[in-house]
């Protein structure tokens, strides 16, 4: 035996949680605290020490509409499993009655429809998305608050003992799946703490904000107003089965400046996969951007009023300009805010770029890695540009 006086860190994870952190950085804007609750359980998941005979993490996101919920649960299953669309989605405003529960567990053996109906829920349903190396589920109930007391008392049995029983007397096993649940409730008190001058004397504020404790203090009212508002709407059993209540804070105006980046990539990698098979280089300008975010900055919305900005204003004009034949393969199309017109103007700068040029420009004005770019594109698109012209016509 050799005696060892060595301090270890609990603070470090593993390669795999460490890779998850990193990915949910990149997708996910100004809700750390979240971030750090989903890879903490993962990292518990990954050495075998979560609770037995109940699922991985139980979830309850609050906050305000637009803020990330649903978002980081598709960001989760996209870093682990490579699809976003792994996540089971249960929609809890169509279960407001306790007969539409027969649409997640089937209907029982003598009623109309029995074989007619495929629950929701199955097992089948459940481990459609694992492999030999991977055998995680992600189930989301959506705006939970809707559902009725039916559902609430079906999940008391799925969070406390991972099973659930179907209508013909099947059961489904949960204990290796990741459930969230989110929810508005306390979204209208959370709102007006975003002012920080209300609930707080005019002199706290500025020894506050002197000391740089105005974003703890108010991110800690926030957390209660959330918490407090559960309470009263869940009951204790339901409320005592949950791993981790998170909740989520608006989204200021440096947030959503780094939402509007990742966005703005998303449409360039939406060009660059278009079923029309023409790709092209956008490069969208500064006063483009700021009018993109003026048009979508929303305290209320949160960031979906600034992705119906980014659809309005740049998406729906792009694809008149490529199914009127203006645009073609290989374009790079600068972007600019045009004042008098108070829209958005689109020039072609340059024409038929080859794939070199092309990966250069997404690194230039992306940011995005020469890989990554070209990973982003067909091979084709190297093509010069008039190679399409007589194919969509």
Known sequence: MV?????????????????LHRDLKKKIVGQEAAVEQ???IYQMYLAGMTSPGRPIGNFL?????????????????ESLTG??????????????????????????????????????LSQEVLNQYHSDS?????????EIEKA???????????????TLTLGDN?????????????????????????????GFASGEVQRLRETGQLDEKLNERVTRAGVEAARRKFTPEFMNRLDKIVVFRSLGLPELRRILDIELTLVQRRVLQSAAGIPFILNIDEPAREFLLRNGTDVKYGARHLKRAIERSLVHPI?????????????????????????????????????????????????????AAAAMAPPEYARPATARVHRRA
Request: proline share 5%; net charge negative.
């Open 83 to 120: 699809d976003p669309k792994a996540v089971i989605k249960v929609d809890c405003a169509e279960f407001q009655h306790s007969h539409e529960i027969a649409k997640l567990i089937g209907s029982p053996p003598g009623y109309l429809g029995h074989r007619e109906t495929h629950p929701m």
């Open 38 to 40: 989903i890879v903490n």
């Open 3 to 19: 005696r060892l006086s060595r301090v270890l860190d609990p603070q470090l994870t593993g390669q795999e949680a460490d890779r």
């Open 170 to 198: 099947r059961r489904v096993d949960f204990s290796k799946t990741l459930i969230f649940m989110t929810s508005n409730l306390g979204a209208s008190e959370m709102g007006s703490m975003v002012r920080p001058e209300l």
């Open 61 to 77: 996101f609050l906050g305000p509409t637009g803020t990330g919920k649903t978002r980081l649960v598709e960001a989760t299953a």
């Open 319 to 371: 694809s008149n300009l490529m199914a009127s034949g203006q645009i073609d393969g290989g374009d790079l199309i600068a972007v600019s805010y045009d004042a008098e017109h108070e829209c958005l103007a689109f020039v072609k700068e340059a024409a038929a770029l080859g794939e070199v040029a092309m990966v250069e420009m997404l690194d230039e004005v992306f940011g995005v890695p020469p890989m």
């Open 134 to 142: 991977f055998r995680m589920s992600f189930v989301l109930f959506d």
């Open 148 to 162: 009725s007391d039916a559902l609430w008392n079906l999940l008391l049995g799925i969070l406390d003992k991972a």
